[in-house]
């Protein structure tokens, strides 16, 4: 402006509202003060570099703008402070300005006092400071008395504020018309128009200073042109900016009067005139808290929601207004937006996914309940809004921000889940006293809903609907229907008015270059890093597991510990976390512990097939590995789930892995446990010990001297195959569940059922992980939440108090992938190994027993193709019999070959007697005791072989434990390969008849005869003893090209053949192996 060289700033301070009685109140109008802003701020009339309105403030509020204001002036700076409102003397005939929360008996601590504002107007370095008191007072006032020469002062009892605004639109005020209105002219005009109770002070200023240009004509409102074709206005130009690129968030976010909060244009009525949406309640002249948008496909619905949230986030931080997005509509609405500072939330991709339905609902809800303890906690205040007026007027408070949630095609929500009728109706009901605002959005909408919260949805926008009874129903008129084809033509309907309007964009670009930008992209990306995050009101569904080493302290090598975390309090206390507890409600994550110490020392995981029971058993063990060393817990294994359990052998807290091969491994683990127990009862007897926990201690103290163990889990992956595969150990499992937990050994179970468990021990086992179940109504918690355990998430399941959690990854690489999650155990456990430097406990150890377990698969089931398998371990002797060129000397060579693949020459030796060579070069390696390819070779061997088993039969001093265990020698097992039987026997004599009494002991010296020999259908069998004693001991028998029916003399073509042994006659089809690869 001529004559003007350094910046225009003005202060507007208008109060309107009073929460004093007494106080009277000619109301200014609210649209005075909005008005003199936009004229002070338009560049063709004021042209103010900065204009600050003040509403219905505080006194803090307002002395913080003024002085914030005045003391950043400089000698060259035009300052306006204009203040409209009540004024009011105390009994010592000072000066006060009312303020939304004076109180006229405390007039210094809750009103504005005229000295702070003269003592702020007389030190501002300003160059022309002009202050306009447009003062309800009744009373004559010299303002000499008051202001003196601090500035150039107008005093008016009522009417300045519109007198000014009418003369500066109108140019009215230019009374001299050179076409400038000044300091002098502002003097000449309110005295004109003014009426009483109006007096000027120039003090020491130029009266000459310009305050506005002039402009002729009938009043003109600020009108933003809206006109067809090209240059359309967009949200930008609204906001008052002449380019997106010009948003500048720090001025955009000043902290707002309370009645400009919650506002925000939305788009242009056919004059011209900017629409706004007004979130605030009815008695603070807002339009209400929620609202109804409706439209039909191509409306325009989406762009809308979006310029109605982009609007209130670009004129209000992070601490006034947070979003939560929920789209169940195609999920594009909130695109771009989610990573605005102020978003608490987004929600995409529900679908008719309950768990993540109910999570949403569950955090809705646990939001409002925050609100409510906040507010509670705080000082009992009523509502959202008694708590900001409390923090405005310098309470030690929080933020606490409004929060809107958005929610695009709300019908869809509800036909998936109709319970979620019941929290909007909640929220609709409580929210708008909490500072919660609901925006439901469809193309259709639910009429129940809709009814239930007519009173509340107090502003509807109706942009084109499909027919005009839907129109109606959302605005009352039907010419919803009638609007135009063109996107965002809409109608918005108060309870004061009904205002047709189109939608200001923000997805268009910000120029008309091909690489322009859209104006969302410009504010967000200016938005980006500029305020604190919003309070997270959703965290995003656990599509992935967590790392144990996320879910631990840091890693690292603790003496005397290895590997374990650092400084945790809790480490060796039988405490360990597997998982993460979603608990929306609270808005949180939590650790998923195990607490083994107490009444729930038994565990049990439960699920379908492929819902993660074994990789949740891994996670456990190996957290368990991380928080105790192997002298503090230790574990059995019996692996039934397919092989996942075996790599934790390595770890050094393990015991053995027991695979359903490993009979009598698992005999031995389970009477080790057995024999602690028994040796504990009677140790803590002698001991004076009563519990664990004092055992522990003791333990710990290094009081304990004749017990090398810790807590002894056993861990059984797949409990209904384990009652079938080891049925002789089932009871003593259960006597393990029912007396273990006393003396520190612990039962851990998978299991497909809770119905496979025992209803008397599941009463026993405390600690329980439900993951998803084939049938939820079979669940242990609440049948509903088991139906919403997602189907593609293995580790997802239900906590007893039927919070959903996803077990953690048997991995501390820091990696969330599934894919290599065994290499990422290998490490884990390689790791361990490494950083354990002290003494393993003396356990029952698979390495020891390596192919322990005799049982070798020689073929598959003819029909079910499911392995078959002989067992030297149920009957240690074979018998094949078949026709020449039948295939005997391929299941000979099977046998052979399994046997060396499983076990070492100090468990497995071969002599093998091959008068035909058939076999020859076969047995390559140190498995090979003998070999005899003549009655001569076999006499002169059977001799050494005879005295060597004799000397393993139990003597006289063996005691009945050692019979158990067969300990009292050592020493490798004892094949005795006979092919081609039939050329052995000599006139019922044969050289094998020394093992003929030895035979019937063959478990326990480790013998085993495996015998080939021609046998033809119907032919009268030959009197021969070893023959004769093997039948009679039930030896089972490969019968080769015969039938599974022994009455039919049909011969089958090689390799089909009959096992035939004690659990009856299954046919089977004999792997093949090829003769002339040699065997290890």
């Not at 035009?78 to 009994?91: A, E, I, K, Q």
């Not at 239930?452 to 027919?467: F, H, K």
């Not at 083994?596 to 058993?617: M, R, Y």
């Not at 996803?806 to 969330?816: E, K, Q």
Request: charged residues 25%.
């Amino acid at each position: 402006m001529e004559g003007v060289t350094g910046r225009r700033i003005a202060l507007l301070v208008a109060t309107s509202e009073h929460i004093d009685p007494t106080l009277r109140e000619p109301r200014v109008l609210s649209g005075d003060g909005r008005r003199l802003r936009d004229l002070l701020l338009d560049p063709e009339v004021g042209g103010f570099d900065e204009v600050v309105l003040v509403a219905n403030e505080s006194k803090s509020g307002i002395e913080r703008e003024a002085e914030r204001l005045l003391r950043g002036c400089t000698p060259e700076d035009t300052v306006l402070v204009h203040m409209t409102g009540r004024g009011f003397m105390n009994h010592y005939s000072h000066l006060f300005f009312a303020t939304v929360s004076t109180d006229v008996t405390l007039p210094y601590s809750t009103a504005v006092p005229s000295l702070v504002l003269w003592h702020l107007l007389f030190q501002s370095q300003a160059g022309v400071k002009v202050l306009l008191l447009d003062c309800a007072i009744h009373f004559p006032m010299n303002i000499d008395d008051y202001f003196g020469d601090s500035a150039y002062t107008f005093s008016a009892t009522n009417q300045l504020t519109a007198t000014l605004v009418r003369g500066l639109e109108t140019g009215a005020a230019d009374t001299d018309g050179d076409g400038q209105i000044s300091v002098n002219d502002v003097a000449e005009y309110l005295g004109r128009e003014l009426t009483g109770g109006w007096s000027a002070r120039a003090g020491q200023f130029d009266v000459n200073t310009p305050i506005a240009k002039a402009r002729g004509g009938a009043p003109v409102p600020v009108l933003i042109d809206y006109t067809e074709g090209t240059g359309k206005p967009d949200l930008a130009t609204v906001l008052g900016l002449s380019s997106a690129t010009e948003f500048d968030p720090r001025q955009a976010w000043r902290r707002r009067p309370e009645n400009e909060r919650f506002r925000a244009p939305v788009g242009i009525d056919g004059d011209g005139r900017k629409v706004e949406l007004d979130l605030k309640m009815g008695p603070m002249d807002g339009m209400g808290p929620h609202g109804l948008v409706v439209g039909a496909a191509g409306s325009g619905k989406s762009e809308l929601l979006r310029t109605v949230v982009l609007a209130m986030a670009a004129t209000h931080a992070t601490d006034a207004v947070n979003f939560v997005f929920v789209d169940c509509g195609s999920g594009g609405t909130f695109q771009g937006m989610e990573t605005m500072p102020q978003v608490s939330a987004t929600v995409t991709g529900l679908g008719d996914d309950q768990w993540q339905i109910r999570r949403l609902q569950d955090a809705l809800a646990g939001e409002a309940d925050r609100r409510q303890q906040l507010l509670r906690n705080a000082g009992s205040f009523r509502t959202f809004w008694d708590y900001e007026r409390a923090r405005e007027n310098g309470a030690d408070l929080d933020p606490l921000p409004a929060l809107l949630i958005v929610i695009d095609e709300f019908a869809a929500l509800l036909a998936a889940r109709p319970a979620f009728r019941d929290l909007l109706i909640t929220l609709g009901r409580v929210g708008g006293s909490l500072g919660i605002h609901l925006l439901l959005a469809g193309e259709e909408f639910d009429q129940d809903v809709v009814k239930a919260l007519d009173a509340r949805l107090t502003y509807r926008i109706g942009l084109r609907t499909a027919t005009a009874e839907q129109s109606t129903a959302v605005i009352g008129v039907p010419d919803a229907a009638e609007l135009p084809e063109e996107p965002g033509a809409a109608y918005l309907k108060t309870d004061k008015a009904l205002v047709r309007f189109n939608t200001v964009p923000v997805s268009v670009p910000v120029d008309t270059s091909p690489q322009a930008a859209s104006v969302l992209d410009v504010l967000v990306s200016a938005m980006a890093g500029q305020a604190p995050s919003a309070y997270a009101v959703w965290l995003p569904p656990m599509d992935s597991s967590y790392p144990l080493d996320m879910l631990l302290a840091p890693l690292d090598s603790v003496p005397e510990r290895g590997l374990a975390p650092t400084n945790s309090p809790w480490i060796g206390g039988l405490q360990t976390p597997v998982g993460l507890i979603d608990k929306p409600y609270e808005q949180r994550r939590d650790q998923l512990w195990t607490d083994f110490a107490g009444p729930a020392g038994h565990g049990a995981v439960v699920g379908a097939p492929g819902a993660g029971k074994s990789a949740l058993l891994r996670t456990l063990v190996l957290s368990m590995a991380l928080t105790h060393t192997p002298l503090e817990a230790q574990f059995h294994c019996v692996d039934l789930g397919g092989g996942t359990l075996a790599p934790l052998g390595d770890l050094p807290h393990v015991g053995a892995v027991v695979s359903a091969a490993d009979k009598e491994l698992a005999q031995r683990v389970v009477r080790e446990l057995t024999s602690l127990v028994a040796d504990r009862e009677r140790r803590f007897r002698e001991q004076a010990i009563d519990s664990m926990a004092v055992f522990r201690e003791r333990k710990r103290d290094k009081r304990v001297s004749n017990d090398q163990l810790g807590d002894v889990f056993l861990v059984v992956d797949g409990w209904k195959a384990f009652g079938q595969q080891f049925p002789e150990l089932e009871a003593q499992v259960l006597t393990l569940f029912a007396n273990g937990l006393a003396y520190g050994v612990h039962v851990i179970v998978s299991a497909q059922r809770w119905a496979d468990i025992p209803p008397a021990t599941k009463d026993l086992i405390g600690t329980r992980f439900e993951l998803r179940l084939a049938d939820p109504a079979e669940t242990d918690t609440h049948a509903q939440n088991a139906a919403d355990v997602p189907t593609d998430r293995p580790g997802a399941g239900l906590t007893r108090d039927s919070l959903h959690f996803r077990a953690g990854l048997p991995r501390i690489d820091g990696s969330m992938q599934a894919e290599d999650v065994d290499a990422g155990l290998r490490d884990a456990l390689d790791k361990i190994r490494q950083h354990w430097h002290g003494q393993t406990p003396p356990l029952v150890r698979a390495e020891r027993y390596v192919g322990v377990s005799r049982r070798y698969p020689i073929g598959a089931h003819a029909t079910s193709k499911q392995p078959v398998f002989v067992d030297f371990d149920a009957d240690p002797h074979l018998l094949v019999y078949g026709d020449s060129e039948s295939g005997k000397t391929n299941v000979l060579r099977s046998i052979v070959r399994a046997v060396t693949q499983h076990s070492t020459d100090k468990e497995a030796l071969f002599m093998l007697v091959d008068y035909r060579r058939s076999m020859l070069g076969f047995i390559d390696g140190s498995h090979l005791l003998a070999y005899a390819i003549s009655p001569m070779q076999l006499d002169q061997n059977m001799p050494d072989v005879v005295t060597s088993l004799r000397k393993r039969l139990p003597g006289g001093d063996v005691t009945p434990e050692q019979l158990r265990n067969r300990s009292w020698w050592t020493g490798p097992e004892l094949y005795l390969i006979v092919d081609d039987y039939d050329l052995l026997a000599r006139n019922g004599e044969t050289p094998l008849s020394p093992l003929r009494d030895l035979l019937p002991y063959g478990r326990d010296v480790g013998l085993h005869l495996i015998l080939a020999r021609r046998r033809v259908p119907g032919q009268p069998r030959l009197f021969d003893p070893v023959i004769e004693q093997l039948e009679r001991l039930d030896t089972p028998a490969v019968l080769l090209g015969a039938n599974e029916d022994e009455s039919d003399p049909k011969v089958l073509p090689p390799p089909n053949a009959v096992l035939s042994g004690k659990s009856g006659r299954q046919p089977i089809e004999v792997t093949w192996i090829n003769p002339d690869q040699a065997n290890p």
